[in-house]
């Protein structure tokens, strides 16, 4: 069993940047692959940005590229979202999740096999 936590959301200007943290509890957690998740109101979950096990493969949405980065800690049990230039459009609840497969598989919201609560970001114009 995995829990994970997430934190570092918040209300941010556009053009502004924010860095969000997901703590994971459990001792094959560093052997998953991890993924970061945003839903807005009457929208589906969609995906955000993912990391295979040991860090050395990362995914995007083509929305996010060249603006956010996935990055790991394993010796922290940390996985984090570095989200810069942000946009209001980018404003969501953002979740972190879990996929056991430690390369990840098809990066779809229901594929996850573990999910945090989500941590608010609001971006303004």
């Known amino acids: 069993q995995v829990q994970l936590v997430e934190s570092g959301g918040g209300l941010v200007q556009a053009g502004g940047s924010l860095r969000l943290s997901c703590a994971a509890s459990?001792?094959?957690?560093?052997?998953?692959?991890m993924g970061w998740f945003r839903q807005s109101p009457g929208k589906e979950r969609e995906f955000v940005g993912g990391i295979n096990w040991s860090g050395g493969n990362t995914f995007y949405a083509d929305s996010v590229k060249g603006r956010f980065t996935i990055s790991r800690d394993n010796a922290k049990n940390t996985v984090y979202l570095q989200m810069n230039s942000l946009k209001p459009e980018d404003t969501a609840v953002y979740y972190c999740a879990a996929d056991r497969s430690p390369y990840g598989r098809t990066w779809y919201w229901g594929d996850m096999d573990y999910w945090g609560k989500g941590t608010p970001v609001t971006v303004s114009s």
């Open positions: 459990g001792r094959t957690a560093s052997s998953y692959a």
